[in-house]
């Protein structure tokens, strides 16, 4: 299984980036698929997931900001951030979810700096 996670960089405060994560090994589409952040210091957090079902949930810091979504006839899950804030500054990691079963992804890095 693998969960290979792009998109990352370095964006001014207030622009956007769109991260993805391809899925290989699993069929996607019956996990929860999840974006998770680290950033330097601190724990590991929940940004956002999304169901087979395509329900979402998102961390109160990232309402009205990020967008989760999946496409899953290519097993991909997307995070869309905009209105990016130095405090967004984190390696981001997906995931994958069911059951028993978590799978994650190596993370793509994400700065936020002017």
């Known amino acids: 299984v693998q969960l290979q996670a792009s998109g990352g960089g370095l964006v001014q405060p207030g622009g956007s980036l769109k991260l993805s994560c391809a899925a290989s090994?699993?069929?996607?589409?019956?996990?929860?698929m999840a974006w998770y952040r680290q950033a330097p210091g601190k724990e590991r957090e929940l940004v956002a997931d999304i169901t087979s079902g395509h329900s979402t949930n998102y961390a109160d810091s990232v309402k009205g900001r990020f967008t989760i979504s999946r496409d899953n006839a290519k097993n991909t899950v997307y995070l869309q951030m905009n209105i990016l804030k130095p405090e967004d500054t984190a390696v981001y990691y997906c995931?994958?979810?069911?059951?028993?079963?978590?799978?994650w992804g190596q993370g793509t890095l994400v700065t936020v700096s002017s």
């Open positions: 995931s994958a979810e069911r059951g028993k079963n978590v799978y």
């Open positions: 090994g699993i069929m996607a589409s019956i996990y929860v």
